[in-house]
C-alpha cells in the first residue's frame, strides 16, 4: 500500500504554521495524539509510585505502559527497560555502572561517526577506570563505518564497544550487526546508539547484536524523554550507584528519581503513532511497528532520493558523504557562505534546517569542518514531502 502522507500530516496539526520542518533530526514535531495524552494524564489525579489508592496505580500502570512501549519500539523485553530523562543522562549512568566491573588495561572501542552522548561518557568511565580508549575511524570520502577496522580494535580485552544504529549528522547506518558479532566473539558487551536510528526504519535489538540500546523519544514523535533496553539478565549482574532506600529490582534499581510520570503517556501515545503509520498494518503491536516503520523506510527513501540528486545537480552546494545505507539526514556545505548564514537564509524562506555539528563532534573534526562552523544539516521524517525538497531546492539555488 503507498505510504499516505496527507493522512500522516494530518496527524500533526502543528505543520500548519507555515514553515517546512527539515530538523527532524533534532526533534519531531508532536502529533495530536501524543499531546492530548500526556494532556489527559495531568487531568486526571497522579500521584507517585507504589502508594495503595487510584492516583498511585495510575503511576505504576503508566511506568508499565512506557516500559512495553519502549520494548515493543526495539524488540525488547518491558523488564530491561530502563527509563530516563534523555539518552544522554543514562548513558552517563550506564557508563559509570559498567566503568566499575572495568580494570587497569581493559578496552573500549568507540567510534568517530558517533554523536558525542555515545562517546565522552564511555571515554571519561574508561579514563577513571584506567581502561584504553581505541577508536574506529570514518572514511571521509564517503562518511561510512568500515567494519573491518574492527578485527583490529577488537581484541581480548574488549570490554564495551559503542557504536551508532545511525548517524544524526550524516545518516551513516553502519553495519552494526557485523560489529556486534567480532564483539561478542570476545564476550565484550555492545551498547548501540538507537537514537538517530529508530524514526526511520524497524529497529530490532536481537538483529543488531545489541546488549543494550538506547532511544529518545522526542525524536519519533514523543516527548522529551528516553530508554535503554537490555536484557534483564544483564541488567541483574550491575550495581548502579543509588539511594539506599529506592527500589532494588530491575529495571526499577538503574532509574534515580522522581519520573515524568505524565510524558510516559506521551511516550505510548508515540509508539502508538508509529504502529498506525501504515494503516493496512495488522498484528500485535510489534508487528504493526514493524510493517509502519518498513513503509516509512521505503517512503523516506523515495524522498531522499530526490534530495539527493537536486543537491548533486547544484555546483555550489557540497554534501558531506554518501554512505550507501543511510537514514534521510545529510549535512552540506554551501560555497562562499557559513552554515549559520545559510541556515538564517532558509528561516527567512520558512524552512527550518540546523547548522553546526550537532554534537557529531569527532566526525565534524574528522572531516575538517569543525572549525568552519560546522554544516547544514536536513532531515526528512514521514511527515515531509517532495515539494518541501522541491521548496529547500530552489531556496539553496538563490544562495550562489
Ligand atoms: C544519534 C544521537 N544520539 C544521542 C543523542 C542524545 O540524545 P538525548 O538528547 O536524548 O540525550 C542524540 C541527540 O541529538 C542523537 O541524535
Redesign the pocket.
Known sequence: MPFDVARVRGLFPTLGDGYIHLDG??GMLIPESVARAVSAAMRVPLSNRHGPFPSSARADALVDAARRAFADLVGGDPAGVILGP????I?YGLARTLAKTWRVGDEVVLSRL??D??IRPWLTAAKSAGAVVRWAEVDIETCELPEWQYDELITRRTRLVAV?A???AVGTRPNVRAISDRAHQVGALVHV?G??AAPHGPLDMARLGADLV?T?A??WGGP?M?ATVAAPALLDTLAPDKLVPSPDAVPDRFETGTAAFELMAGVVAAVDHLAGLDDGAVGSRRDRILASMSAVQRYEASVLARLESGLRSLLHVYALGSPRNRTPTLSFSVKGWKPRAVTEELARRGICAWDGD??AYELMESLGVGELGGAVRVGLVHYNTAHEVDRLLDALQELR
Open positions: 533530526p533534532a534523555n539518552m544522554t543522562t548513558t558517533d554523536h552522548a555515545n551508532t545511525a548517524s544524526n546508539d537514537v538517530h538506547a529518545s522526542y525524536k522529551h528516553s550537532y554534537y
